[in-house]
């Protein structure tokens, strides 16, 4: 869901709360300051006149009021807050629902996977064993993603072994794949050994494992190697991005993503993926059926999604089309297809401005007169 207003509201409460807490340590140290001037004054002078000059004083800091007020605006940003909170995050989603069939045995076995792949092997045998299907999830899958987790552990302890012996015994598949995982890893490998400060272990190693990339990733492998003239002091050298976290998450994500792939699994699991890109279309919908709630019977029956809608890169798996005449998605039934002059529109637009083929039609963008029988359909 949309949390910007959320963390709007949050932040005001906490800009309140810095400017209550400096009012208030203003306002201390300087009580503080008149007393210990009051009690320095007193071992000298009259000391019914010192009390009584500190209690004009304290009268004209006066302190409780100063307070109140700061903490006032506090109280008002925090009153404000629960109520952003339950706008942002309890919205009725009901009215973006519609009725879908789903082949429950594929769902379940999306959420069991998603248990097997995020390591939680005991919710995942709990999940299959109150669902009552004990083959949802084919044993060898489950053992895979045991292995690949053991892995990622390993790599989080800083720990290659595991990593480089899976690679080794999958070097092949994974060069076919043209992937620099091999590379990422014998670098950050070469990376620890040269941080122990053995150059010349280094080197050997570097020499029987870069020797294979030396054609195609020279420039990277002379960093490295150079990186070995800085080994007592890499932070303040050309090289301190060596040691970055970052080459450790970014192995790790190339790892996950080569290992599912030779699984035959796709690298995010497909819960998480749908439950993000659901979040960034949602509060689109929700709008939309709240501003034209006549729009919401219409919607239980529609193939296409009710507005267009642009979702992040990482959610786009293939090409679609938008028909510039209708504004639908292109499918199966209405697919793209491209007219004589080179435009393209959905079918079903063709077959409407055409009469199903009757008669020609002029292109909507061009004079071009447009046979309907000579538009060819795209693939994308």
């Given at each position: 869901m949309e949390l910007k207003n959320a963390k709007d509201a949050f932040d005001r409460v906490a800009k309140k709360q810095k400017l209550c807490y400096s009012k208030t340590q203003e306002v201390v140290d300087r009580l503080s300051q008149e007393i210990n001037k009051a009690l320095d004054t007193i071992q000298e002078n009259n000391h019914e006149s010192v009390v009584a000059d500190l209690k004009k004083t304290v009268q004209e800091i006066a302190p409780v009021n100063q307070l109140e007020a700061s903490q006032k605006e506090v109280n008002g940003a925090l009153t404000k807050y629960p109520k952003a909170?339950?706008?942002?995050?309890?919205p009725d989603i009901s009215t973006a629902y519609r009725k879908v069939e789903f082949d429950t045995r594929t769902v379940h076995q999306i959420i069991a996977q998603f248990f097997y792949r995020q390591?939680?092997?005991?919710?995942?045998?709990?999940?299959?064993?109150?669902?009552?299907?004990?083959?949802?999830?084919?044993?060898?899958?489950?053992?895979?993603?045991?292995?690949?987790?053991?892995?990622?552990?390993?790599?989080?302890?800083?720990?290659?072994?595991?990593?480089?012996?899976?690679?080794?015994?999958?070097?092949?598949?994974?060069?076919?794949?043209?992937?620099?995982?091999?590379?990422?890893?014998?670098?950050?490998?070469f990376l620890e050994i040269a941080k122990d400060k053995n150059s010349k272990e280094a080197i050997n190693y570097a020499r029987?494992?870069?020797?294979?990339?030396?054609?195609?990733?020279?420039?990277?492998?002379?960093?490295?190697?150079?990186?070995?003239?800085?080994?007592?002091?890499?932070?303040?050298?050309?090289?301190?991005?060596?040691?970055?976290?970052?080459?450790?998450?970014?192995?790790?994500?190339?790892?996950?993503?080569?290992?599912?792939?030779?699984?035959?699994?796709?690298?995010?699991?497909?819960?998480?993926?749908?439950?993000a890109a659901g979040s960034q279309v949602l509060p689109t919908f929700l709008k939309y059926l709240t501003v034209m709630p006549e729009k919401r019977q219409e919607w239980q029956t529609m193939k296409q999604l009710l507005v267009p809608v642009e979702l992040s890169e990482e959610y786009r798996f293939y090409s679609v089309f938008v028909c510039p005449v209708s504004k639908e998605h292109s499918s199966e039934d209405n697919p793209p297809m491209r007219l004589g002059c080179g435009h393209v529109l959905c079918k079903q637009s063709i077959n409407r401005m055409s009469r199903n083929g009757s008669r020609s039609f002029k292109c909507p963008y061009c004079p071009t007169d447009i046979d309907a029988s000579q538009c060819k359909q795209l693939y994308f």
């Open positions: 909170l339950d706008k942002t995050l309890n390591g939680m092997y005991d919710i995942g045998d709990s999940f299959i064993s109150e669902i009552g299907e004990s083959e949802l999830v084919e044993s060898s899958v489950t053992k895979a993603f045991m292995e690949m987790n053991m892995i990622l552990d390993a790599m989080e302890k800083r720990d290659l072994g595991p990593a480089l012996k899976w690679v080794a015994s999958n070097s092949e598949k994974i060069k076919e794949a043209k992937s620099d995982l091999e590379l990422k890893l014998h670098s950050l490998h029987k494992h870069f020797a294979a990339y030396s054609s195609s990733c020279l420039p990277e492998i002379q960093k490295l190697m150079c990186s070995l003239l800085w080994n007592r002091n890499l932070i303040k050298s050309p090289y301190s991005d060596f040691l970055s976290p970052v080459l450790w998450t970014n192995a790790a994500k190339e790892l996950t993503r080569q290992y599912c792939k030779l699984l035959g699994e796709s690298s995010e699991s497909p819960l998480s993926v749908t439950v």
